[in-house]
């Protein structure tokens, strides 16, 4: 009985420790077009000119059938409080109220900062991703 309970009380405390959150809303990259097929195969890392299309999902609804995606790039060596560059700006608009699938391409080398805004709140994103971008 005792490990019974030993057992039960390791599995709570996992639950609570490990503060797993699936109603956040996220974002993934992939080389190739989001389907039920390529879902899983997501990756962070791209050549420059290649494609990079990404998904947001949210489990709960956004508020609004609105989003605002902002890019920016983050210089090498600076550090983190400083060094980023403004790139790109765009408001997209949803057919439905928890997913939305786009792509952009990027023609610099460096690490880029997606995020993912709901347009009734532009001081706290909703989803925050990141990705890296080589030379051929």
């Known amino acids: ?3 019974f309970f ?9 639950f609570f420790i490990t503060g797993c959150d699936k109603e956040k809303p996220v974002i993934a ?3 190739t077009p989001f389907t039920k097929e390529t879902l899983y195969n997501t990756t962070n890392e791209f050549k420059v000119g290649e494609r990079i ?3 947001v999902y949210n489990p709960k609804q956004f508020k609004t059938r609105l989003l605002k995606l902002q890019v920016f790039k983050k210089e090498n060596e600076k550090s983190e409080f400083w060094g980023y560059e403004y790139l790109y700006n ?3 608009e949803l057919k439905n109220k ?3 699938s786009d792509y952009v391409v990027i023609n610099n080398t460096g690490f880029y900062i997606f995020q993912i805004f709901d347009f009734t709140d532009f001081k706290q994103p909703v989803a925050i991703g990141m ?3 080589e030379q051929n």
């Open 53 to 55: 299309y990404f998904a």
């Open 98 to 100: 928890t997913t939305f």
């Open 131 to 133: 990705v890296k971008v």
């Open 6 to 14: 030993l057992i039960l009380f390791i599995f709570v405390a996992t």
């Open 29 to 31: 990259f992939s080389k």
């Open 1 to 3: 009985m005792k490990k």
């Open 90 to 92: 765009r408001t997209l």
